[in-house]
């Protein structure tokens, strides 16, 4: 393999590689670097849509301006639940104080039944002896 170094058309160099081939033929490709000189060019394409302007600030920012959004919505969420909570709470009252007026409620009839029992026993007892 013959190595030969020429330049392009823009300057840049290149080598010439011939091969040689199994058929007995010889072949030759040029080789070049995609840089000039070995210089790396330092601009990147942006991507599509991209702002070049500082493009870590504006994400760093939109990030905080997310988590704080978040914070706020989980402490309406949890503000919301507390008034559920509490909603609850004065229904399940307001329902132990009904359950207590129907108790007494049903006491006082029981009471009464009984007396009423009592006095039909007695009317009954009158009625035989006569």
Known sequence: MNVLIFQD???RPQK???LQLDTGGSAGIRVRKMTHDSH???KKR????EDSSDPKKPKIDQCEDHVKEIEKLKQELKKQELNQCDDHLKEIERLKQEIKTKDFEITAQDKI???LKRKLEEMKKKKKER
């Open 9 to 11: 058309t823009s300057g």
């Open 16 to 18: 010439l590689v011939a």
């Open 40 to 42: 790396v060019s330092q």
């Open 46 to 49: 942006s991507f599509e849509g």
């Open 113 to 115: 039944i009984t007396e």
